[in-house]
């Protein structure tokens, strides 16, 4: 089992900054991916960035790309979403998310571990 817990999410002004943080403890040895997606009120939960845990080979959604930087630090077994340029559409909750697979996907389905999520609002 792997346990995942965010943090760092908040309010904040359009055109402003945010740093999530995902904390991993338990078996993760076995993670080969870590993804972070969004669920915004009344849709679907959305893929927004990956990084392979061994190669920290990133991959994010067209949406976010080149306002989202994911990275991790993989002693202390953190990873870590840098947001900037928040936009409204941006607000959702954001989750953390675990992969065992050697085969990593965008999709929910690649992801066996999952956080509690932690909220981020915009405000235009």
């Known amino acids: 089992q792997v346990q995942l817990v965010e943090s760092g999410g908040g309010l904040v002004q359009a055109g402003g900054s945010l740093r999530l943080s995902c904390a991993a403890s338990?078996?993760?040895?076995?993670?080969?991916?870590m993804a972070w997606f969004r669920q915004a009120s009344e849709k679907e939960r959305e893929f927004v960035a990956v990084?392979?845990?061994?190669?920290?080979?990133?991959r994010y959604a067209d949406s976010v790309k080149g306002r989202f930087t994911i990275s991790r630090d993989s002693p202390k077994n953190m990873m870590y979403l840098q947001m900037n340029s928040l936009k409204p559409e941006d607000a959702a909750v954001y989750y953390c998310?675990?992969?065992?697979?050697?085969?990593?996907?965008?999709?929910?389905?690649?992801?066996?571990?999952w956080g509690q999520g932690t909220q981020v609002t915009v405000s235009s």
């Open positions: 998310a675990a992969a065992t697979s050697s085969t990593v996907t965008m999709s929910e389905s690649s992801y066996i571990y």
């Open positions: 338990g078996r993760t040895f076995s993670t080969t991916a």
């Open positions: 990084i392979i845990w061994s190669a920290g080979n990133t």
